[in-house]
Each structure stands twice: as C-alpha cells, then as structure tokens.
C-alpha cells in the first residue's frame, strides 16, 4: 500500500499530506484488524461492541481515502468493511457500517468544502458523495437482508434438529424406517437403550430376528396388512427378546408411506409396553380364575363350555361336563379348620390340572364344587375313564393317615351331542348325575340319563 501511495505521490495523484500520516494511518489500520485486538474490542464475542470496532475501523478508513484526495471514492472502499463484518458478525452488522459510512462522508464532505484538497472539482464531488453513499447504504441493506434470511434458515435448522433429537433420537419410542423389502434402513439410538441390542445389529432384519416365535406369524399378516392398506395405520403388540433374554412386550404403531416422496418408506413408531401389557394380563386373569386355586372362575368356565358346544356343533363331535363335588370337605374345616380347608382345595386343583386332558378346561363353580369340560370326548365310556383317574387321583393326593378328615368325589357326567343342548342345560344334567352318584356312596361317578333324574 505505501508502494502504491508513493507512486501516486510521484504521479501528483495523492494529495499534499505528509507521508508519514499515511504510514501512520496504514499502521493502526493494520494494528486494529489484528484478530487479538478485535478480540479485545469485541470483548470476546463475535459480533460485541460492532458500533466502536466499525467506527474505529471506519474513521482510519476515512482519513486515510480523503488524505489521499479521493474522498467522494470513500463510501466504495466500506463495502469490504461491511463484507468482513458480515463474515464475523452477522446480519447486525450491516447498520453500524452503513450508518457509520454516511457520517463519515457527511465529515470528509464538510471538510472539502472547507479547503481539504479533492481531486474532483466541486461541487461535483459532493454529487458524486451522495450516490456513492446512498449505493452503500443500500447495498448493506440489501446484503445484510440476505445473511438475516440465510441465519434464520441456519436458526430454524437447528431448531428442527434439535426437535428431532428431542422427539426421535432421545425421545421414548423408537422410530423405525422400513424399505419395501422388509429392510430396517434406520432406527433411532432410543432402540439400543430399550432393547439392549447394539444398534447396528438391529438394522436391515435385525429387529425382527428377535420376534417371539408364537407372533412371527402374527407379525407376517401384520405387515401384509400394512402393503395393502397404505392409508390405514396399524397397531400390533408382539413379544421382543432384550439382550439380557427376557421376552418383553412391545407395541408397534405402523404407518405405510412408500409414496411419499419424502419419506419413501414404512415409519415405524414402537415402545416397551411390558409392563401395562402384564398388568393387564394380571388383571383379565385375575377376572377369569378363582382367586384360591387359580382355576377358571364359574363365569369364565360356563363361557368356555358355551364355546366348546358352538365349536362342536359346527364341528360335529360330542362335549362332555364333569361335575365334582367333594365327599367329606366339611369335615376338614370342622377338624383342622378353614386354612386347611384352603390348603385341601388348592391340593385338589392342581390334581385335577395335572390330571385332564391339556384340551380340557378346569374351573371352579363354588364352595368345594368343581367342573371339566371334555372337548371332543368320543363317548360315554371315555368320559367315565376320566373321571374315575380324577377320582383316583384325588384319593392319591391325601397322607394316607388323613383319618376321619380324608376326602373324596362324586362326579356327575353328562354329554352333549352336537347342537342338541345348551350349557345351562347341560350343567344341569350334569348336577343331577352328580347327586345321583352321591346317592350311591362317595368316590363314585354317575353318567346322566333320563333315570337318574
């Protein structure tokens, strides 16, 4: 720059100012952008304290540019001021230069006008100072206008993205985007603190490696669903083995947008749901089993039998119903009282669970009233072999010192052939076959006809 200044000296293009000035001038333009010293004028902070660090900047500037003579030019020369504090400030940038550029050739213009040598006659220098500087002006306008918009497009990008981790990164459910083919292509970190499982291990078919083999089938006619109704969304729960083994709930919530430009897959939105999903198992089981012996509850076991004469009727085979009764059951409370009472009853349950057939259901009508429903029994024959292993069975579960307080059962028997009778109507048949059998002596059984009413 001194290089230059002296060779305009030499031309007569510089003005009359002493050399020296410029050199000053030059020096301390230097010293003030020094990044330690706008560092300490800015306080620490990019764009802090912009209206000293541009006048500063821009009065050296504009000392220098009317020295030289060529003042009504200064106005040109604030642009790379503004461009540099644009870079390192921002969009506040732009008013500080432009209002700090009017008055610095307002200041030059006065000085003209009262002797500073200029190389443009006036009063055309003066004309020329104010387009120039109306051009500044608008320029900054125009060009901090421009940084504001692409730092708010910055701000709301960082804004959604920060949304995004909150929502799907770090949020509770795990998001899922599945290809056409089944193909996991992401799914949110959320997925490695929930199931245990590395993340990458989960992508591609990772995650469904680890379906419970009793709802692969499900899942399998889950996703058909989500292929064919794409506007449709999906709910399933299916069991997910975490890493440490355990089989836990999980409840996928599934929306089909392979259409979607933007998106182009399956959007997968699913949660550990084990621990709602087993208090309410608890709760339905708790509804449909006696609460002592843990058999099928009275309602829940005359539902069943409603359903076993449905499924036979359209079926064509046979339903049989034991009703037991136990012998001698108030002698135990009498002797040993109603906690051994308990104790006998819950011994007699696990008899007769063990004992039937795993297609049978086992229920508990009441008091020391038991009943079987036999699904597909073949005959009156079969029926009454089951019970006499039942009867067999509850004789083999007592000490053999019991005494006085040993128990046994009469169990009436009554089959149902397909569509001939309803449950009501076959639980009664059942009952007088049981009394009938008690009339007999214990440990008996009794098959119903119409001479045992």
């Not at 730092?151 to 909150?166: G, H, M, N, Q, V």
Request: proline share 3%.
């Amino acid at each position: 720059m001194l290089c230059v200044l002296a060779v305009l000296r030499h031309l007569d293009l510089a003005g009359r100012t002493p050399f020296w000035v410029f050199v000053v001038l030059l020096a301390a333009g230097a010293v003030l952008q020094q990044p330690e010293v706008q560092r300490r004028l800015s306080g620490g902070a990019d764009d802090g304290r912009l209206w000293l660090r541009v006048g500063l900047r821009i009065a050296l500037n504009t000392a220098l540019i009317y020295a030289i003579g060529w003042g009504a030019m200064l106005a040109v020369a604030h642009l790379q001021i503004l461009s540099w504090f644009l870079r390192q400030a921002g969009s506040r940038a732009w008013l500080p230069v432009a209002v700090c550029s009017a008055a610095a050739v307002a200041t030059g213009e006065v000085a003209v006008a009262a002797g500073l040598f200029t190389y443009l006659p006036e009063p055309e220098v003066h004309g020329v100072a104010v387009l120039i500087t109306l051009g500044v002006v608008t320029t900054s306008y125009v060009l901090g206008e421009a940084v504001r918009q692409r730092e708010d497009a910055e701000a709301a990008l960082r804004r959604s993205e920060e949304l995004f981790r909150a929502v799907v990164q770090d949020g509770s459910d795990i998001i899922t985007l599945t290809a056409d083919d089944g193909r996991i292509v992401y799914i949110s970190p959320t997925a490695e603190r929930i199931t245990g499982h590395r993340l990458e291990s989960l992508l591609g078919d990772g995650l469904w490696r680890h379906i419970h083999p009793d709802d692969q089938a499900d899942a399998a006619l889950f996703n058909t669903r989500i292929h064919r109704n794409p506007d449709t969304e999906h709910t399933m729960e299916i069991r997910i083995r975490h890493a440490d083994g355990e089989w836990r709930w999980h409840e996928f919530v599934v929306r089909n947008l392979l259409a979607h430009p933007g998106v182009r897959a399956i959007v997968g939105h699913h949660r550990d749901v084990h621990d709602r999903r087993t208090a309410q198992d608890r709760i339905a089981h708790a509804a449909m089993h006696d609460a002592l012996t843990g058999l099928l509850n009275s309602a829940s076991l005359l539902r069943g039998l409603s359903q076993a004469l449905a499924d036979g009727a359209s079926g064509g085979y046979p339903i049989g119903l034991l009703f037991l009764d136990l012998d001698g059951f108030k002698q135990v409370n009498d002797v040993h009282g109603h906690a051994a009472g308990d104790r006998m009853l819950r011994t007699i349950s696990d008899v007769l669970r063990r004992t039937c057939r795993e297609r049978d259901l086992v229920g508990r009508m009441g008091g020391d009233e038991f009943a079987v429903v036999l699904n597909g029994v073949a005959s009156a024959e079969q029926a009454a072999s089951i019970a006499d292993a039942l009867i067999t069975a509850v004789d083999a579960a007592q000490p053999a010192d019991a005494g006085p307080a040993r128990v046994g059962c009469s169990i009436g028997i009554a089959l149902a052939e397909p569509g001939a009778i309803d449950s009501d109507g076959l639980l009664r048949h059942a009952d007088v076959a049981m009394y009938a059998s008690k009339r007999r002596g214990r440990n008996g059984h009794e098959v119903y006809a119409l001479s045992t009413r």
